[in-house]
């Protein structure tokens, strides 16, 4: 028997969202693919590497170790405490094993924590450009995004004057992302600092820190806001291993904060999805406990790809690049091709620009609108060398045909 469904039976929660534009364009591009075209696509954001084989061979383990029933909600003890190891060792910041709560990947703790924390009204600033999800994400906790523009001519870090100017007496929590999706810009100590002593003034804010890109940087050290006395007690550490043991498939993220907010999500967690994965899991605590050496090598690479992709962009017309700190991302202003054309054609907008590399050049990015910055574009160069630079080559040779 079918049944019509129509969108009124769609609730208003879901039809306020908008749908993820980096998904959409993957699928785009893998769409073109489909039709025998070749497109290179800059659109994903995930490491082209292979997960390590000792983390997968402990996972071929823990199935044969029967890891197969449910774990604790929060996942297992001893997973949370490699992850509070791995916090002291590498970030000297202490937290017990009962502050963290495991999920499905970074992306799930991010949610759970604003639905834990955000009350309908509450405003959340989002220094932007921003994660396409984190907009999206205060909507479903009913929350007010209250944006906060830093462009290229200030590496996309916001200042201390900007965040004072934002903060109201309704302001609830600042989301920080440090190194930068989409703009792999970071955060040096005084930059943090100077945030800091902001926040310090306001003591019912909550900060949460997305730091899942810290291992893919350049600088030699990453610093969290979390090292600052004045706000420790009320940073949320979000990390996960997708991104520096190329794990994204395995879904593993966890938080770390306050034990208030850890029970409250934990709570939550247990009424919708329960544990994560128990292989998947003990894949990360491998991850989390064995050499690190791969998270170097695949490092190295990215930097070696950030060099590449930088001195290429400088070579197309129209663009004005800075030079990534870390993360996998170019995030290229390109407002001065707006009005240019192509024939008939006329670039409008970033939007009209990225979907003219898409059908001429046959190369995916996704347009910085996605990220609250119209103007700019965003390009992954988590892809082979060559195909970095075939893809620049192309982008140049269509925008020439621009006039």
Same mark, same amino acid.
């Given at each position: ?91 000297? $910041? ?72 934002? $903060? ?236």
């Amino acid at each position: 028997m079918h049944t019509d469904i129509n969108m009124n039976q769609i609730s208003q929660r879901i039809l306020a969202l908008a749908p993820s534009a980096t998904l959409a364009m993957s699928q785009k591009s893998a769409e073109l693919r489909a039709t025998g075209i070749d497109v290179i696509n800059m659109s994903v954001g995930e490491p082209d590497f292979d997960t390590p084989d000792f983390i997968k061979e402990a996972a071929k383990k823990a199935i044969d170790d029967n890891f197969s029933r449910y774990s604790p909600v929060a996942g297992y003890m001893s997973l949370r405490k490699a992850i509070a190891s791995k916090l002291l060792r590498e970030n000297n $910041i202490e937290f017990a094993p009962e502050q963290i709560v495991v999920g499905n990947g970074a992306k799930q703790e991010l949610c759970n924590v604003l639905l834990a924390t955000i009350n309908p009204g509450d405003e959340v600033i989002i220094p932007v450009p921003a994660w396409v999800s984190y907009v999206e994400m205060v909507k479903l906790a009913e929350g007010v995004t209250v944006e906060v523009y830093a462009g290229v001519e200030q590496d996309f870090k916001i200042t201390p004057e900007q965040l004072e100017a934002a $903060i109201t007496p309704k302001t609830r929590m600042i989301m920080l992302n440090s190194p930068s999706n989409p703009t792999g810009s970071i955060y040096s100590r005084d930059e943090l600092k100077g945030l800091a002593d902001v926040l310090a003034k306001h003591p019912d804010i909550i900060i949460l820190a997305d730091e899942i890109y810290e291992h893919i940087n350049f600088v030699g050290e990453v610093h969290s806001i979390s090292e600052f006395e004045s706000v420790r007690e009320r940073v949320v550490i979000v990390n996960g291993v997708s991104k520096a043991y190329a794990m994204t498939g395995w879904r593993i993220g966890y938080m770390a904060g306050p034990l208030p907010i850890a029970k409250a999500v934990t709570k939550l967690q247990g009424q919708y999805t329960s544990g994560a994965s128990s292989i998947a899991q003990k894949a990360a605590e491998a991850a989390y406990e064995g050499a690190q050496q791969c998270v170097e090598e695949m490092r190295a690479a990215f930097e070696r790809r950030r060099d590449l992709i930088v001195s290429l962009a400088k070579e197309i017309p129209g663009w004005v690049v800075n030079k990534p700190q870390g993360a996998f991302y170019l995030f290229p202003q390109v407002e001065s091709l707006i009005g240019k054309k192509h024939g008939e054609r006329e670039i409008k907008s970033s939007g009209d620009y990225v979907m003219y590399l898409l059908e001429e050049a046959h190369v995916a990015c996704v347009d910085g609108e996605a990220f609250c910055a119209p103007g700019y574009m965003r390009l992954s160069y988590a892809t082979s060398d060559d195909n970095i630079r075939e893809a620049m080559h192309r982008i140049r040779e269509a925008t020439l045909r621009l006039s």
